[in-house]
């Protein structure tokens, strides 16, 4: 009897030293996440990998919380190479900074066509030809519209003077001009394009498709070389997360669509329709080809004036070792998107 006692509180000690121990793991902090700020210039479909890894947790997961701001490349670039920003989506103003000597690189792009339209109300204006000479309304000068326009004219052998591009900024100010015909033709996005009203296309009609002309790196990822050089792993959690994004986007249709509608409240149907124009461009690597590289710089480094022997080489712009090395492990694992 006296050694069950002893054995009843042997084990009676040893339990409360259990539950001590667990109730202090329990009081001991979680590792702090690595706070991250991004920009991206709009809430649309062009971003639902990463909009689609942040409602999926995919970020959390590797141990990073987002703290999403809204600006242009005008705005997040100045940032990012100060050290205040750790990445932006708008690798097109990425590239014209490093072509002006800024240490930053593209790191994952998004789609390689730009989701976009050359419109106009003018019955005489029906292809590029009509255009010679005329001004393109855009949203502004050095942005992916105007370089997609530009990557357009060389295609076709035409010089980067054939016309002129007016910069007309954010918000409806491209739509209004369409409708009043104060421009001959105006640049508009996919989003913008699924937000037309019937009276808005009394008159109005597509001139030319830059979706189906024009291959170049659209959307992405952008970060700066102190980055990639002194937190490496912060790197490649970002990346990894952003890359589960994508293969969720692409395997799972309907499911990112409310996912992306919801992460930016945007309107179902035109979400949807931008949605759905997206989709067939989106890269599943997040890589694009050596040429569709060297013709973005060559682009660039021309409307920035750079001499051809100046032009630096597209590693110097991108760097898609890191993401690589992502889709290489993520294989290796097996992993796969769930619902």
């Known amino acids: 009897m006296r050694a069950l006692a002893k054995n009843f509180i042997n084990f009676t000690v040893c339990l409360c030293a259990v539950i001590a121990f667990c109730g202090a793991l329990l009081m001991v902090p979680a590792a702090a996440a690595d706070q991250v700020w991004i920009a991206i210039p709009g809430l649309s479909p062009n971003s639902a990998f990463f909009m689609v890894a942040d409602e999926k947790g995919y970020y959390k997961e590797e141990g990073i919380e987002v703290h999403v701001v809204m600006a242009g490349g ?15 989506a708008s690798t097109g103003s990425s590239i014209s900074a490093i072509l002006k000597g800024a240490k930053l690189k593209v790191v994952m792009v998004g789609q390689d066509r730009p989701g976009a339209q050359i419109w106009s109300s003018r019955p005489d204006v029906k292809s590029l030809t009509d255009l010679k000479g005329q001004q393109i309304g855009i949203q502004s000068i050095g942005d992916t519209g105007q370089m997609a326009v530009l990557s357009l004219l060389r295609k076709a052998g035409l010089p980067s003077n054939y016309l ?33 009203r019937p009276e808005d296309l009394a008159e109005a009609h597509p001139v030319i498709d830059l979706y189906n002309d024009v291959r170049m790196p659209y959307n992405g990822l952008a970060t700066s070389d102190a980055l990639i050089s002194k937190n490496s792993d912060l790197l490649t959690r970002f990346i990894r997360a952003s890359m589960k994004g994508t293969a969720y986007t692409l395997a799972f249709h309907d499911q990112s669509i ?82």
């Open 164 to 196: 002129s591009f007016t910069p007309m900024g954010t918000g409806n100010a491209r739509l209004a001009a369409l409708k009043v015909k104060a421009l001959p033709a105006v640049l508009l996005n996919w989003f913008e394009i699924a937000n037309l």
């Open 74 to 88: 005008g705005t997040s670039i100045p940032a990012l190479i100060s050290g205040q920003m750790q990445f932006s």
């Open 258 to 339: 409310k996912l992306v509608t919801a992460y930016g409240k945007l309107p179902p149907a035109a979400t949807k329709f931008d949605f759905d124009k997206m989709i067939v461009s989106a890269l599943p690597d997040g890589t694009v080809s050596d040429e569709v590289q060297s013709a973005e710089i060559a682009i660039r480094a021309q409307l920035l004036g750079i001499p051809a022997d100046k032009v630096p080489p597209n590693s110097a712009v991108f760097d898609f070792g890191p993401i690589r090395k992502v889709t290489a492990q993520l294989k290796a694992e097996g992993w796969k998107p769930t619902p």
